[in-house]
């Protein structure tokens, strides 16, 4: 919801001379299709800045519904539709500009993390949101939703804010605190086959050892000793 309509501004070079915003600590800027600036900072909310009527306005987080849920700004983001979207330390944020209140999901919703740290869109219009605990694959409308780990090749479960990029051939780039994941995200599937376990030797000192099961081949799933 608005905290505070401040009022005109002349110019943007004056948006951070007001009421100190100055020392805010800018983390995020979006100009947006609507030619709004949006500014997300570092503890004192979002600023939505309008060029034409010189207004700015002031989004803080408070304890009504609808409210941003965090008041520091790590990523901002305008999707294909032109929904604004705010990347927060208490989970991803989406804008209604007709009710100029929040969406928010966060773990509860099946994200990794509420920490989120990037977000950027393909050509499908799947989300792929940077956070502190992985990275995960997010379809706004559907609500389909795919996470993945180090398991799946990340550099870390852990990304960095600010360090995301998509080419204008459509490849993501996402920086965190062992480098930086790259892909395009046509070539990511989610596999949902799980295999049995084969158990197929045993060794000891690198010498095999006889088995119950030896010359035998015993899934995880047989529960009767039986083998296959």
């Not at 943007?12 to 915003?21: K, Y």
């Not at 600036?37 to 700015?56: C, E, I, M, S």
């Not at 030896?214 to 995880?220: D, I, L, P, Y």
């Amino acid at each position: 919801m608005v905290s505070e309509v401040l009022g005109k501004v002349p110019d943007a070079r004056s948006i951070w001379r007001r009421r100190g915003l100055a020392f805010a600590g800018g983390l995020a800027l979006l100009q947006d299709n609507k030619g709004f600036l949006w500014f997300g900072t570092y503890d004192k909310g979002l600023y939505r800045y309008d060029k034409k009527a010189g207004v700015l306005i002031h989004f803080t987080h408070d304890l009504t519904a609808g409210s941003l849920s965090n008041n520091t700004i790590h990523c901002l983001f305008e999707d294909r539709k032109g929904d604004i979207w705010i990347g927060t330390k208490s989970g991803l944020n989406r804008f209604d500009p007709i009710t100029n209140r929040f969406s928010v999901f966060s773990g509860r919703d099946g994200l990794p993390d509420d920490h989120i740290l990037g977000i950027l869109g393909d050509d499908k219009g799947y989300l792929w949101v940077s956070t502190s605990n992985g990275l995960c694959k997010f379809h706004p409308q559907s609500g389909e939703l795919a996470n993945f780990t180090i398991t799946d090749g990340l550099q870390a479960n852990e990304f960095k804010s600010h360090s995301c990029l998509r080419t204008t051939t459509g490849v993501l780039y996402f920086g965190g605190v062992n480098g930086f994941n790259t892909f395009s995200p046509d070539s990511i599937r989610n596999d949902g086959f799980l295999p049995n376990l084969v158990f197929t030797n045993f060794l000891l000192f690198n010498r095999a050892v006889p088995t119950l099961y030896s010359g035998t081949r015993h899934s995880a799933e047989d529960g009767d000793h039986g083998s296959k």
